[in-house]
């Protein structure tokens, strides 16, 4: 489940507290108090058999005894009672509980899972939903609602915040509430047993209250469900997360806080940025997070002029700035000009604008107003010092005013202060908090807040970016590299040999070098021989994966003679250092010689959590030691596998540098790609090692690589936290004058075509397509068109069979269903020349086909009244029709599958 029943506790009509007490000091009285407290306009239901009322409210002996089934549940009562109170509460007709207890899943108790498994089980029959248990509660201020213990009421805002703490909410709450900070929701969801960050981050993302999203993570559960919430999620609004347990002992301290596994913690930020969240290190980013979103103006760009009264505060701002490669901005030569007439002569003439020490508040406000006539200038950092000179509380108000002025111009620009100082600077904080300006302690803590902005929406204009096309269209052998991986397995094997791993990478169209095995030296050595040359020869065991550890590999063998000789003293050494290791032969392979290649590593690996995950980095001998790698989520397209690329340091070395030419990137990129596309065909393959793939200007080669085999109990592409291109859905279609089509899912590649398609269209049929004119397809639109989640969307394109860069599209078909899959809002497209030829119910068949087979309950649409050709194929297919009764122009229709 997913949002399902999720309204009933976040606006409940009446709330039910089990546990609530009147003993001083106790949970229960802390939650009577809160609830009571918080200004619910709904019913409150105290039950407690102890007492005659709560509160002032009148308190019940139990749930049967309530006068009305409530909305939401909480309960705060030992642990062996809770399954009970779920039944008692379910049958009654509640949905929705928290569950404060603790004594749950968390610690690994047997009998705290055993509970939290009943627990479950009473609810699942009502759709009764969970928060908890071992939580701190959940508080929607805006409806007035407080089913927490906190320490203080949080005030209303627009942000959103859900953490598996308590304490860091609390902490946070005290914070935000000094400072005048307000929060839509602030849910605890402790150990998860049922809501989890996914649910949260479906129901969030349609809550127009919430603006901004901010998570505190321990560990994630569902990881598919958790990357298609975030990717949904992060596309609309800003969703910040701060990821304990970023190190081995931090994340053992937080599987024992919640009883979740926690994933390595490199694999989370590759599922961060793949789904475009922000992530923040420590709490005071968090604070600093929280003060920009709920206080700054949206802005476009990442231009920042500093303003100072300290010329060493605002280069120490200025170096923080471009560590975390921001920029200043350029000053045009009208702002230049006219900070040249309002400043003396001795201010810096350059950004940061220090208009020295002395400045009183005119020169303030007459620098600030310069600044924001600068079309150049996308954000302003005001700075100020203390000085005997002039009060900085008055040039904060000063700023204020000079905004409020200003109007416009200054609502189009982020907006950030920094007033140094303890007790000098205290008044003018406050003065910016109820002017709903941010205000940061330092200045390094002001960069912080414009910087996370830049990030967020840097990393989303990457995510959006059209993928170039693959620029070799390669078909695997699936099959045949399935074969090599069911041969081991069946042989109770976990490791392919060295030729047999080469083999499914050559399956796979990635080069690798010619390998051949031997079972002797002598043979050996009669190899080398057919090949000519220097070779390079490994030993070969089922019981060594790591070869050059044990001396297993020897290079540059010029003659026969010389590995012979090479091969018996390789096989002594080896049963010296290893005698239980298995040792079958030899593997002999021509030495490859090109000088400008680099070692580089590509791998797979599966995490805990997110499932199998992708590798890239600087290869060779010393990759464990070098340390430079970085890790992404499959599938992968050319986009993504070049920005995986760039967040090494041997990128800048692939680019090329002095005389050392520039390595093939889109072969390195491919290279990825094609692993990608290995991982998600073939289940079984648990780990994968190229090491090194060389890489040069002539493209890559692969010199060695290891496969670790596994029989796996899921689909291939079950396996990964996003699902992959469905390839299973193409389908080749052969029309009555005997042309044939291909109907298959859209790609990210698509844009261009897509683009292409809607140029094509009149300005009569795209009103009737979308509803309202347009002249243009943007980038934003077609990106989210094209760049879909296989989970809960599909668009199904009619094109040509023959392999493009750009295929012409002919029609789309599309779906986009809702997080629990019960209704699918669906679009049809189809080109004006191919009309009249069944494409269109055909189009539409397939798309319903698809639906019931997914689970969907229901397809729905809005289509013109005029559009009788639409509204006819809709009736056709046993649509139902309403009339919209907020628009009498538009027709609603319905398909219950």
Not at 381 to 393: I, K, R
Not at 877 to 896: C, N, T, Y
Request: with cysteine.
């Amino acid at each position: 489940m997913t949002v399902r029943n999720l309204n009933f506790m976040f606006n409940p009509s009446a709330v039910a507290l089990v546990g609530a007490s009147q003993k001083p000091g106790s949970i229960g009285a802390l939650l009577a108090r809160n609830l009571v407290s918080a200004g619910f306009k709904g019913d409150i239901f105290p039950v407690n058999p102890k007492y005659k009322t709560i509160e002032g409210l009148p308190a019940y002996p139990d749930v049967d005894s309530l006068p009305k089934p409530p909305d939401l549940v909480v309960i705060a009562t030992p642990p062996d009672s809770v399954p009970g109170l779920i039944e008692d509460c379910g049958r009654r007709g509640t949905r929705s509980a928290v569950v404060i207890t603790a004594g749950f899943s968390e610690g690994g108790s047997e009998k705290g899972e055993r509970l939290c498994a009943q627990m479950l089980d009473s609810a699942r029959p009502h759709l009764l939903r969970i928060v908890g248990p071992n939580c701190l509660g959940i508080m929607v201020p805006g409806v007035g609602l407080n089913a927490s213990f906190g320490h203080v009421q949080p005030l209303s805002g627009n942000i959103a915040f859900v953490a598996q703490s308590g304490a860091v909410q609390t902490t946070v709450l005290d914070w935000a509430t000094s400072k005048g900070i307000g929060f839509s929701h602030f849910v605890s969801v402790g150990d998860m047993s049922d809501v989890d960050f996914g649910d949260m981050l479906d129901y969030l993302t349609d809550d127009y209250s919430a603006k901004a999203i901010l998570l505190y993570i321990e560990a994630v559960t569902h990881a598919r469900k958790f990357m298609s919430a975030a990717r949904a999620a992060a596309r609309v609004k800003p969703v910040i997360v701060v990821k304990a347990g970023r190190h081995f002992e931090g994340a053992r301290a937080a599987a024992s806080h919640t009883g979740a596994l926690a994933g390595a913690d490199e694999v989370y930020n590759a599922a961060f940025q793949r789904a475009g969240m922000l992530r923040v290190m420590d709490m005071q980013a968090l604070f600093d997070a929280v003060e920009t979103l709920a206080m700054s103006h949206r802005f476009s760009g990442d231009r920042l002029a500093i303003l100072t009264n300290g010329g060493g505060v605002g280069v120490l701002a200025t170096d923080v700035l471009i560590d975390k490669k921001g920029r200043l901005a350029d000053l045009s030569p009208e702002t230049m000009a006219r900070l040249n007439s309002v400043l003396p002569p001795t201010w810096s003439h350059n950004n940061p604008v220090d208009i020295i020490g002395d400045a009183p508040t005119d020169r303030y406000t007459d620098a600030l107003k310069a600044l924001l006539e600068d079309k150049g200038v996308d954000a302003i950092l005001v700075l100020n010092c203390p000085t005997a000179v002039t009060s900085s509380t008055e040039v904060a108000q000063a700023v204020v005013d000079t905004l409020k002025e200003s109007g416009s111009k200054a609502g189009s620009r982020g907006f950030f202060t920094s007033w140094l100082g303890m007790d000098s600077a205290r008044k003018a904080r406050q003065i910016f908090a109820e002017n709903r300006i941010p205000s940061y302690e330092t200045p390094a803590e002001a960069i912080r807040g414009f910087m996370q902005i830049v990030r967020y929406r840097r990393s989303q204009e990457m995510l959006m970016e059209t993928p170039p096309n693959i620029p070799e269209v390669f078909e695997p052998e699936t099959d045949k590299a399935r074969g090599i991986v069911n041969k081991a397995l069946s042989e109770g094997r976990v490791w392919l040999t060295e030729t047999e791993a080469k083999a499914v990478l050559a399956a796979y169209k990635i080069p690798v070098v010619q390998t051949y095995e031997a079972s002797t030296p002598e043979q050996a050595a009669e190899i080398a021989a057919g090949i000519g040359g220097s070779v390079a020869l490994k030993i070969l065991s089922p019981d060594i994966t790591h070869k050059s550890d044990v001396g297993g590999v020897a290079l540059d063998l010029a003659s026969e003679e010389l590995v012979q000789k090479a091969a018996w003293a390789m096989q002594e050494r080896i049963r010296e250092i290893q005698p239980e290791a298995r040792i079958s032969g030899f593997t002999v392979q021509p030495m490859i010689h090109r000088p400008n290649a680099h070692e580089l590593i590509v791998g797979i690996s599966d995490d805990v959590q997110f499932g199998p995950v992708i590798l890239f980095g600087q290869g060779g001998t010393a990759v464990e030691i070098i340390q430079d790698k970085a890790i992404a989520l499959p599938p992968l397209n050319m986009h993504l596998a070049g920005e995986v690329m760039t967040r090494t340091r041997v990128y800048r070395l692939l680019e090329g540098y002095r005389g050392r030419p520039a390595a093939d990137l889109d072969s390195i990129a491919l290279t990825l790609v094609k692993v990608s596309q290995l991982i998600s065909d073939i289940a079984d393959i648990a780990e994968l090692d190229i090491n090194p793939l060389l890489a040069d200007e002539q493209g890559v080669l692969a010199l060695d690589a290891r496969i670790k085999v596994v029989k796996s109990h899921l689909p291939a592409a079950q396996r990964l936290a996003i699902r992959p291109y469905p390839k299973e859905l193409e389908e080749t279609l052969t029309l009555s004058d005997g042309q044939t089509l291909l109907l298959r899912p859209i790609r990210p590649e698509d844009e261009p075509s897509l683009q292409a398609l809607f140029s094509n269209l009149s300005m009569e049929e795209i009103r009737l397509r979308f509803l309202h004119p347009m002249k243009i397809l943007s980038h934003k639109l077609a990106a989210r068109l094209t760049q879909i989640d296989y989970d809960r969307e599909m668009a199904l394109v009619l094109c040509e069979p023959t392999a493009q860069k750009e295929p012409l599209l002919y029609g789309v078909v599309r779906f986009s269903a809702d997080p629990d899959n019960e209704r699918a809002e669906f679009a049809i497209l189809l080109r004006r020349d191919m009309t009249g030829m069944g494409l269109g119910p055909m189009l539409m068949r397939r798309i319903i086909d698809y639906a019931k087979n997914r689970g969907i309950g229901e397809l729905f649409g809005e289509v013109l009244a005029e559009n009788k050709s639409m509204l006819k194929l809709c009736k056709a297919f046993g649509f139902i029709k309403k009339r919209d009764p907020g628009d009498p122009g538009v027709m609603a229709v319905s398909l219950a599958l």
